[in-house]
């Protein structure tokens, strides 16, 4: 089982739509990192949060820390085709700093 | 660019084979790790190396081995190569083995297909 689980595993929305990307733990996390992937490529680190409740945004992507610092939603408004790719979110665990990757979820907007 | 290099981008070769990839982390990086991506799964953690020492395994093979070198690149060697090794290996780096943050930086991958 992940110790980190990403939800859902698969989406595919038309362009314009929102949508909301989570992931889940048991474990508390001193920070959790979102990172995205296109094809072919590494991950680019997106952002970190580190406090309970933090909110980030980037553009049209909000980010947010679970108050428990269990677990971190993704949130993009108005998706673009641009914003296609895998969105991968790891977190560093409070008990002994170890990064711990979820599984990732795929996205394709289509235009 | 995230500043972390590795070669060759592209490798091709036969079952039973030996193959070595290189990547050169960030520049004052010193912590690198592997990671492996089968199509259309997510990264699996291989093995971490800080300043010339290993310090994290994951899911590493015994066929599989890295080092990292005084200059800080490291090496990753795969052999007895099998059919299921095809697969993008990514070595990311960052400055430090541990702590809050720990962000890492992507390199472009290696892609493995073995025939």
């Known amino acids: 089982t992940q110790l980190l689980e990403q939800s859902p595993q698969f989406l595919s929305i038309q362009e314009g739509e929102n949508l909301t990307v989570y992931c889940n733990s048991s474990?508390?996390?001193?920070?959790l990192q979102w990172y995205r992937q296109e094809p072919g490529e590494g991950p680019v680190l997106l952002v970190t949060?580190?406090?309970g409740g933090e909110v980030k945004k980037l553009k049209r992507l909000t980010f947010q820390f679970g108050d428990a610092r269990k677990d971190s939603s993704l949130h993009i408004t108005a998706a673009q085709p641009g914003d296609t790719g895998l969105y991968l979110c790891?977190?560093?665990?409070?008990?002994?700093?170890?990064?711990?990757w979820g599984a990732g979820t795929k996205l394709i907007i289509k235009p | 660019d995230s500043g972390v290099t590795q070669t060759p981008k592209h490798l091709i070769t036969a079952t039973g084979q030996r193959v070595t990839l290189r990547c050169s982390p960030r520049s004052g990086d010193l912590s690198v790790y592997w990671y492996q991506q089968s199509l259309d799964q997510g990264l699996q953690f291989l093995i971490q190396y800080y300043n010339g020492e290993e310090r994290a395994k994951g899911n590493i093979l015994e066929r599989f081995s890295a080092q990292q070198f005084p200059d800080l690149h490291s090496e990753l060697n795969l052999s007895s190569l099998e059919l299921g090794d095809s697969a993008l290996y990514f070595c990311a780096s960052s400055v430090a083995t541990s702590g809050t943050h720990n962000e890492q930086f992507f390199g472009p991958g290696t892609r493995l297909t073995v025939l």
């Open positions: 949060v580190v406090t």
């Open positions: 474990s508390v996390f001193s920070s």
């Open positions: 790891a977190g560093i665990m409070d008990s002994n700093y170890q990064l711990i």
